[in-house]
């Protein structure tokens, strides 16, 4: 009985929780950030030489997902720096041509 009452208030504390979350956001705007943008003309590694000091996430062939700050962007390899996922102090070397997908956030609210 006691679980079911738990529960109940859980649910109805959730539910409270989305509907001012979604009243809050509501006024927002969502904007582009100037600084960010792909350029499909270009090779992936031009793309992330123009996202330096931006958190992006790359997909390698064997399907794993690395995300990261670039740090530097050289012929062969990607250095990505503060990784994400709880590897804040770790760092990776990527081979770019093990890239197959970039991501980063492009955009955002504005209040």
Do not use: C, P, W
Given at each position: ?111
């Amino acid at each position: 009985m006691k679980t079911v009452k738990v529960f109940s208030v859980l649910g109805t504390m959730i539910m409270v929780l989305m509907l001012t979350t979604g009243t809050a956001m509501s006024g927002a705007k969502v904007v582009e950030f100037e600084d960010i943008n792909f350029n499909a003309a270009v090779t992936i590694s031009d793309n992330l030489k123009a996202l330096e000091g931006k958190v992006v996430f790359v997909t390698i062939s064997s399907g794993e997902r690395i995300g990261g700050t670039v740090k530097s962007v050289g012929n062969h390899l990607l250095h990505l720096e503060k990784l994400t996922g709880g590897k804040d102090f770790h760092d990776a070397l990527i081979r770019i041509e093990k890239i197959i997908a970039i991501d980063t956030k492009v955009r955002g609210y504005q209040r």
